[in-house]
């Protein structure tokens, strides 16, 4: 019998997952929600049943493993992409960086859009924006235009590779969100990542961090709430 473990050890232990039947072994620590595997559930199935975010604010300032970092970025890139047009292009927030994107462009922009000066509560909500986490991926959606492939799949593929980025992020055992807030509707912000505010769009920032704890489950609709099966009229 095979015991599923936390997500990260699950990749880690892919290869035993892989052949369940095979290796009776129970690997890592368990837990009570931790449920007993079925032969016929992988382990991407498994993370995906169960996944969850953990918000930017509880999170713990923690920059990933180079290799993890690495990892993920490179799982971004294999995002699906109509034609290969690569719509996309991603900034890492990392280091001193994130310090110097918040008071540089994060506040600037801020203070610019309020009529009044900025609180001390927001000046310090503000200054901290991109610090929550320990990396910040922000992914521009770049669309080529004109192009034969829609805009708007292109801007999927943007979006996808936000989801690519978070379930890498999360399949490692980090805490991570994907996250717009009002930084990613401000032109300034878009220049300031390189892209050109006419066209390109902030698909969004994947804030990666160490967990603290383990989020709570979030309500998730039942199956028939928002699936059917197609039936032909006159069938
Ligand atoms: C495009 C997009 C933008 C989001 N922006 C925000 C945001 O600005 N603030 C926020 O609290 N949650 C935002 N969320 C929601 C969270 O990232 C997350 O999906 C939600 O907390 C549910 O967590 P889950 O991943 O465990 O389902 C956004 C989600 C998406 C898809």
Not at 89 to 99: E, H
Not at 187 to 198: C, E, H, M, W, Y
Request: hydrophobic share 40%.
């Amino acid at each position: 019998m095979l015991v599923i473990v936390e997500s990260y050890q699950l990749c880690k232990y892919s290869k035993f997952l892989f052949q369940p039947l095979m290796c009776p072994v129970v690997v890592g620590k368990l837990h009570s929600y931790h449920q007993w595997a079925s032969p016929m559930k992988n382990n991407v199935i498994s993370f995906l049943l169960k996944r969850r975010s953990v918000v930017a604010k509880k999170m713990l300032p923690e920059e990933p493993a180079k290799e993890d970092l690495e990892n993920i970025i490179a799982c971004g890139l294999r995002v699906p992409d109509h034609s290969n047009v690569q719509p996309w292009r991603i900034v890492v927030l990392q280091g001193g960086a994130k310090r110097q994107f918040d008071e540089q462009v994060i506040l600037k922009a801020a203070q610019a859009d309020s009529k009044e000066p900025l609180s001390e509560a927001q000046q310090q909500l503000e200054s901290q924006r991109m610090q929550r986490g320990g990396v910040v991926i922000a992914v521009l959606s770049t669309p080529v235009v004109p192009h034969k492939i829609p805009v708007w799949e292109q801007q999927l593929s943007a979006g996808a590779m936000c989801t690519n980025l978070l379930l890498a992020a999360q399949s490692l055992d980090y805490a991570a969100q994907w996250l717009t807030e009002w930084p990613a509707y401000h032109t300034d912000v878009i220049s300031a990542l390189g892209g050109n505010p006419g066209a390109d769009q902030i698909a969004g920032f994947i804030h990666i961090g160490k967990k603290e704890q383990q989020p709570d489950e979030r309500k998730r609709p039942a199956t028939a709430e928002k699936v059917s099966w197609w039936k032909a009229p006159n069938s």
